[in-house]
């Protein structure tokens, strides 16, 4: 029983350390990370990392104006609305106003005449899609796996994308990727296309004639005939591969 007792001091004395060193269930230092206001979705197509981030809703006096922003890097590659009212001047008007924003890369594009009131909802929701946008591709990586659930798309109509073959022209290789809304076309980017100024001055025309002709029949942009043909190509190949 003698012996018992300094084994069971010892044996205390033992644990008291590792008692005090016992790690610390407190998370008050854990930083939480808040999702932005729009959260973006992320795909990947060709290589590239995109994007997708809607605009807020606009009230206007002709009805709702919503626009969804693709962006390719810092780069807009697409615009589709998402709401838009049901007005000839309205569907007169979007193709001219995407044409604009893909040209100038920002919501500092003119209103389309006849169509002042949509003109002005349709920046208004641009420019709240882009301040939505996240600052770097991290963040946005970051919350891609909770994101995806809540994307913005998700509450509008199904959408269907589908990319057109790869035309290999005397400039370089064409290739484009259309989403469909239903039967329409919702919006075009350019997956590949090649790097000159002449194309990139006539793909925006291009796009603004595709949603405004509903089809790959539409002209040739003067002075990019050769990548207008291989867009032309592309675009009746993605038109014929949706399902």
């Not at 206007?60 to 693709?70: F, L, M, N, Y």
């Not at 641009?126 to 994101?147: F, M, T, V």
């Not at 793909?203 to 942009?221: C, F, G, N, R, Y």
């Amino acid at each position: 029983m003698k012996r018992a007792i300094p084994v069971l001091v010892l044996t205390v004395a033992g644990l008291i350390p590792v008692w005090r060193y016992a790690p610390s269930t407190d998370t008050s230092s854990t930083t939480e990370v808040a999702e932005p206001a729009s959260t973006p979705s992320t795909s990947s197509s060709g290589g590239t990392s995109n994007q997708v981030v809607a605009g807020s809703t606009i009230k206007t006096e002709k009805g709702p104006v919503q626009v969804e922003v693709t962006f390719d890097g810092d780069k807009i590659s697409s615009v589709r609305m998402l709401q838009q009212p049901n007005h000839p001047q309205t569907k007169a008007a979007v193709p001219k106003l995407i044409a604009e924003t893909l040209e100038a890369q920002s919501a500092d594009i003119d209103a389309v005449s006849g169509a002042t009131i949509t003109s002005e909802g349709y920046v208004e929701s641009l420019q709240a899609a882009i301040d939505a946008k996240p600052a770097s591709s991290s963040s946005s990586s970051s919350s891609s796996s909770s994101s995806s659930s809540a994307s913005p798309s998700a509450s509008a109509a199904a959408s269907q994308v589908v990319a057109g073959s790869a035309v290999g022209t005397e400039k370089g290789t064409v290739q484009v990727e259309v989403t469909f809304e239903g039967d329409k076309i919702g919006a075009v980017r350019m997956l590949q296309q090649p790097n000159h100024p002449q194309t990139k001055a006539a793909v925006p025309k291009l796009i603004a004639e595709t949603l405004e002709a509903q089809s790959s029949d539409i002209d040739a942009v003067s002075g990019a005939t050769i990548t207008s043909e291989g867009y032309v190509e592309s675009l009746q190949a993605a038109i014929d591969a949706k399902g």
